[in-house]
Structures are given as structure tokens and as C-alpha cells.
């Protein structure tokens, strides 16, 4: 192989072995687009329970390349170790028949009660909480704003594709590729949502801070996959 060969073969080499391995089994986001992973896949490297320094002694585990809350043991909410301010969050998740549980992030560890704004996950049609209307449904800003009524929720037990940007004050929830809720922080709207909200009590709450990202454990059965993260500039 000559020089000229051996220089085309040593800069095309990282591209082709780059198409060849995956995120946790979805395609790997180009390093341009500033994309990391929060769940490698194999540990819980990066993670720790809410109000503790370790990971709870249950509730959760790793298993084929999946983080999975394990239904019926109660180990405590887990967030991740570093704060985000501006970001974009994507995950893939699938949760159990009748299942509940949700992503809440800019959560912070100075309010237990209403930690940070909640996107849920859960079975609408199976589970009770899911029934009481579109504030407890997918997607929603839980029990404060309702994500649009045709969001393109698959049935339990089969994996969805997640995303919420926030940017500034703004934020938005996407479903299955499908913007579904968008809001301002610390909005008049917000606020009046707040207000007629279980967390019209909690100080703070719904307000722009700089937080962690958590998942809940809610008891129910639940699995996550390519949780990963790139931030963003403040707008």
C-alpha cells in the first residue's frame, strides 16, 4: 500500500468503524451533534439515588443493555450525578400493563416534595391515574398541563422514543417523534396551571433552575434504553 493509499485508509478508517457500533442498539449521533450517553449501558456509572450518594440497594437494575425498574421492589427515585441547564434529553422506554412512572428534570434536592417538573410515562388506558384525565396522561406535564389529545402513544409493553428541550424558559415534550406539549418556565400560564395543581404549595416549583435528571419509581415495572443528552446554549 503506498503513502497516498495508506492516508486515505487511516482517515476513512474511525468513519466506518463509527457506523458499526450502536447507543445501547440505536444508531450512534454524530460527535458533531454534541450528543452523550447518561446510561452506558452496563453500569450505573453516573447515577445515585434521590438524597443519597450511592445507588439504592433495590428497585433497579441492568440487564441487556437496559436500565429496568424492577416492578414490586420499592428502592427510591435516582437521579443522575450532574445538573443540566440548557439541554435537549432523548430516551427510549417501554412500561408495563397498568404501568406507572415518569422522567422529571431541573430537579433539585432542596424541595423532596415536588423535586421537578415531571414528564409521565404511563399506561393510559390501564392505569387508574392515567384515567383521570389529560394532565395525568403521557407525555403531559404532570398534573399541570395536558400534552395535545392525539399524541401517538404506543400500547404497554412496547418501547417509545422520548425527548424534552429546554432552552431558556422554554421547553417542549416530543412522543414518537411528535411535539406534543410545549410551555414557558415561570409563565403566567404556568403559574395559573400551578395554582389548580398539587404543587401549588411547593415554592419554586416550575421556575428555570439548573437540575438534575431523574427516573421515578413509582413501584411498577418499567424500561429504559439510549438515555442520552447534549446541552444546548441558553437562547
Known amino acids: 500500500m503506498d503513502i497516498r493509499s495508506r492516508l486515505i485508509f487511516s482517515l476513512t478508517l474511525p468513519a466506518l468503524l463509527s457506523g458499526c457500533f450502536s447507543l445501547n442498539g440505536a444508531a450512534a449521533k454524530a460527535d458533531s451533534d454534541r450528543w452523550r450517553l447518561l446510561f452506558d449501558g452496563k453500569t450505573f456509572n453516573g447515577w445515585r439515588g434521590y438524597g443519597m450518594k450511592t445507588m439504592p440497594a433495590k428497585g ?21 450525578d450532574k445538573t443540566f441547564d440548557n439541554f435537549e434529553l432523548g430516551w427510549e422506554w417501554r412500561i408495563s400493563s397498568r404501568g406507572n412512572n415518569g422522567i422529571k428534570y431541573l430537579v433539585t434536592e432542596d424541595r423532596p416534595s415536588a423535586p421537578g417538573p415531571e414528564y409521565q410515562m404511563i399506561d393510559d388506558k390501564g392505569n387508574e391515574d392515567g384515567k383521570l384525565g389529560p394532565k395525568h396522561a403521557t407525555a403531559s406535564f404532570y398534573d399541570v398541563l395536558p400534552p395535545s389529545p392525539d399524541e401517538p402513544l404506543k400500547n404497554a409493553g412496547e418501547w417509545n ?75
Open 60 to 80: 433497579w437494575k441492568v440487564e441487556d443493555g437496559i436500565l429496568k425498574k424492577v416492578g414490586g421492589e420499592h428502592g427510591g427515585d435516582i437521579i443522575t
Open 161 to 235: 422514543s422520548s425527548r424534552v428541550l429546554i432552552q431558556g424558559n422554554h421547553v417542549e415534550h416530543w412522543l414518537n417523534g411528535k411535539k406534543v406539549l410545549e410551555y414557558e418556565l415561570g409563565s403566567d400560564a404556568v403559574k395559573a396551571a400551578l395554582a389548580k395543581s398539587k404543587f401549588r404549595s411547593a415554592p419554586g416549583f416550575g421556575s428555570k433552575i439548573k437540575g438534575h435528571i431523574m427516573l421515578t419509581d413509582h413501584h411498577d415495572e418499567c424500561w429504559f434504553r439510549n438515555i442520552k443528552i447534549r446541552e444546548l446554549p441558553s437562547k
